[in-house]
Nanobody, 117 residues
């Protein structure tokens, strides 16, 4: 069973930065995509960014140029560097691991990010 543990959320002023981290443990299939989703109150969960083991990245338009996703395959970790934060970035951020072309995916417990304006 794969487990994902997030860290790094918190409260920051608009324009500030935060770095989220997620560590995966357990029986991790070698081919996977790790990423971050977020869910604001009253809204659906949405993709923020994801990254393949080869380093290919995908970003939501709303975070392009401000957020950077990275991963360390040896440590099974994924990070999200968030700069120039806006109030609209406020949400619970969830780490995700999925196997392409399958229904398999796992979620972390979520970490709150609050940006004050």
């Amino acid at each position: 069973q794969v487990q994902l543990v997030e860290s790094g959320g918190g409260l920051v002023q608009a324009g500030g930065s935060l770095r989220l981290s997620c560590a995966a443990s357990g029986n991790i299939f070698s081919i996977n995509v790790m990423g971050w989703y977020r869910q604001a109150p009253g809204k659906q969960r949405e993709l923020v960014a994801d990254i393949t083991r080869a380093g290919s990245t995908n970003y939501a338009d709303s975070v392009k140029g401000r957020f950077t996703i990275s991963r360390d395959n040896a440590k099974n970790t994924v990070h999200l560097q968030m700069n120039s934060l806006k109030a609209e970035d406020t949400a619970v951020y969830y780490c995700n691991l999925k196997i392409p072309n399958s229904a398999y995916q796992r979620w972390g417990q979520g970490t709150q990010v609050t940006v004050s304006s």
